[in-house]
């Protein structure tokens, strides 16, 4: 039989700093979340080697008496609940009482901390979950935590650690979604001694977002507001013609907590249901707020999730505050109620008041087929004739058969590949902007331009540095003239920070070609059908574009005939 036995509370605490400490980044959560229950309206981090070598956070909140200070580091102690109850009427970002001893577990820590400045306060030394050392110390009121060598003591855990500016990346991450929430804090962060972002207290949400993303991005987005008796949903969200490669412009925040929710990222896709691409993503600074009582955020160790007693409710008061500020079928009057059941669907950008008209199923059905019987009375047979599908789809057909395209698929295929040929041969042309544009970037996309702005300037991009987080590209590649060059940048931020230096340049390649290429809703005419198919014939390889997805379908008379069972 085997002996059962207590763990040692030492051993205790690193293996639940294996849920809480997954990566420099959660300790700079942890920190930060103690510094805003401490009611600090000051927190300065210093980050050295991406986290890795140093985390140092210092506040100007409550401090801590001498008792307190050591007490912290014991395994469940916590000042911010007492009993169950509480457990439902959290208001505080912490109160599980395990982040201090899990974090002082797996590194060396140092803190000092004191309740006013005219006492004495206290330092406390805690090596891989073991005190060192309690001093009688002077120190301002506040406190100031400084975690070294973070995983020294598990050397596997330290293998899983990215590089320095992966691991940079997601502090930056972190700080900047408790800077959105918490825009009263005046909050500094310096990595190897550069200070990356400096954001005074600003007087509400809109001014911190302004101070992250500058203020056309911000002013470039709507903003939501809806109460009801028990919940208030508020915050930004873009229209269905600003959006982004990947989710990073999307934070929700349940009572001020930065967290990742199934029904709220569902109810965001839902009312852009139909407006944007697939592939591509809103962007959401959402704020929900509701009774402690009506959300259980005890349902993951890093606080990182919540979990809604009534999320119906929730669902359906996102998607309307924002189907209600973004336009979409739904908000249509009686006039355009009528224009649908004729001709057109009609979709409202209210930004502008600009109707844009889609045509209806049956008044596209009616037009196929008129144009198909027209091509077969035709002796004009030879030819192929061209039709375009919902905007989207090139239907060409001749007496061999029956061609679709794909337009968007095709043309990136046709892009990615001359694109290539001319970056292998060092040929990519640039060509400048009548008016060179400015654009502004956060503080991660700012390190990750510094850092490849060779490899930007070798596919043709001009771009330089402003004042603090401006740059203005001059130029963009030729074979991309009619792009937009904001999102063509930032789509090339994320996609260089996403891919290992492998395939890089083929992931570059492939966000480039799809920026020049015609998007689905954009009518082209026979003589630009038709160039794009020829084009689209002669890459190498014709039937993928480059994310791999299908780019041509044919269906041959002679397999028609089989279909048809006539053979
Ligand atoms: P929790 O935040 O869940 O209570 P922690 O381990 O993060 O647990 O912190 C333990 C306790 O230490 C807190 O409850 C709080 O009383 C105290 N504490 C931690 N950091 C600070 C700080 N920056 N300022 C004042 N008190 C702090
Ligand atoms: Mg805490």
């Not at 973004?326 to 009057?333: A, D, F, P, Q, W």
Request: glycine residues 6%; contains cysteine; neutral net charge.
């Amino acid at each position: 039989m085997p002996s059962i036995r207590i763990l040692p509370e030492e051993l205790v605490n690193k293996i639940a700093a294996g849920e809480v400490v997954e990566r420099p980044a959660s300790i700079v959560k942890e920190l930060v979340e103690n510094s805003i229950d401490a009611k600090s309206t000051r927190i300065t981090i210093d980050i050295q080697q991406g986290g890795k070598k140093l985390i140092r956070l210092a506040d100007n909140g409550c401090g801590m008496e001498r008792e307190d200070a050591i007490l912290a580091f014991e395994r469940h102690a916590t000042s911010k609940l007492r009993d169950e109850a509480g457990l439902w009427a959290i208001k505080t970002m912490g109160f599980r009482g395990e982040a201090l001893p899990s974090i002082a577990s797996v590194s060396r820590l140092m803190m000092v901390t004191s309740i006013d400045a005219a006492r004495l306060g206290v330092k406390v030394e805690i090596e891989g979950g073991r005190l060192i050392g309690v001093y009688d110390t002077g120190a301002p009121k506040g406190t100031l935590v400084e975690v070294k060598d973070i995983f020294f003591n598990m050397p596997a855990r330290l293998k899983f650690l990215k590089a320095m500016n992966t691991e940079l990346r997601h502090i930056i991450e972190i700080v900047t979604q408790h800077a959105i929430a918490n825009y009263r804090i005046h909050f500094t962060l310096s990595h190897n001694r550069k200070l990356l972002f400096d954001f005074p207290d600003s007087r509400d949400i809109r001014s911190r977002l302004h101070q992250i993303y500058g203020m056309e991005f911000v002013e470039s987005l709507k903003e939501i507001d809806s109460k009801s008796d028990h919940l208030n949903v508020h915050g930004f969200v873009s229209l269905p013609q600003v959006t982004m490669a990947d989710r990073t412009h999307q934070v929700f925040f349940v009572n001020g907590r930065p967290v990742r929710n199934a029904t709220l990222t569902h109810a965001l896709y839902e009312a852009y249901r139909n407006t944007i691409h697939k592939d591509r993503h809103p962007v959401a600074f959402l704020f929900i707020e509701m009774e402690p009582a009506s959300v259980d955020v005890n349902v993951h160790p890093t606080k990182r999730e919540v979990a809604f007693r009534d999320q119906g409710s929730i669902h359906d008061m996102v998607v309307t505050a924002i189907r209600e500020r973004i336009g979409s079928l739904e908000t249509v009057n009686d006039k355009e109620r009528k224009d649908i059941i004729s001709e057109h669907f009609q979709w409202r950008d209210i930004e502008n008041g600009k109707w844009w008209e889609v045509e209806s199923d049956v008044a596209f059905h009616s037009r196929v087929m008129e144009e198909m019987q027209g091509y077969l009375l035709s002796t004009d047979r030879e030819d192929y004739r061209f039709i375009q599908i919902d905007g989207t789809f090139i239907v060409a057909v001749s007496h061999q058969g029956i061609t679709i395209i794909d337009q968007h698929a095709a043309h990136e295929r046709i892009l990615y590949e001359t694109l290539k040929k001319a970056y292998n041969f060092k040929q990519i042309t640039s060509q400048s902007l009548l008016i060179p544009v400015v654009i502004e970037l956060s503080p991660a996309e700012t390190i990750i331009l510094r850092e490849q702005m060779g490899l930007i300037t070798s596919i043709g991009i001009e771009v330089e540095e402003f004042s603090g987080a401006s740059f203005i590209i001059r130029s963009v590649p030729s074979v991309l003239s009619g792009c937009d060059p904001r999102m063509l940048l930032l789509d090339l931020l994320t996609t260089i920070s996403k891919n290992t230096s492998t395939n890089l340049m083929d992931a570059v390649m492939a966000t480039m070609a799809c920026h020049g290429a015609v998007r689905a809703n954009q009518p082209l005419n026979s003589n630009q059908m038709s160039q794009l198919m020829k084009d689209l014939e002669k890459t190498d390889m014709p039937h993928t574009c480059p994310h791999g997805r299908p780019t041509i379908i044919r269906f041959m008379t002679e397999e028609l005939k089989r279909m048809f069972k006539r053979r």
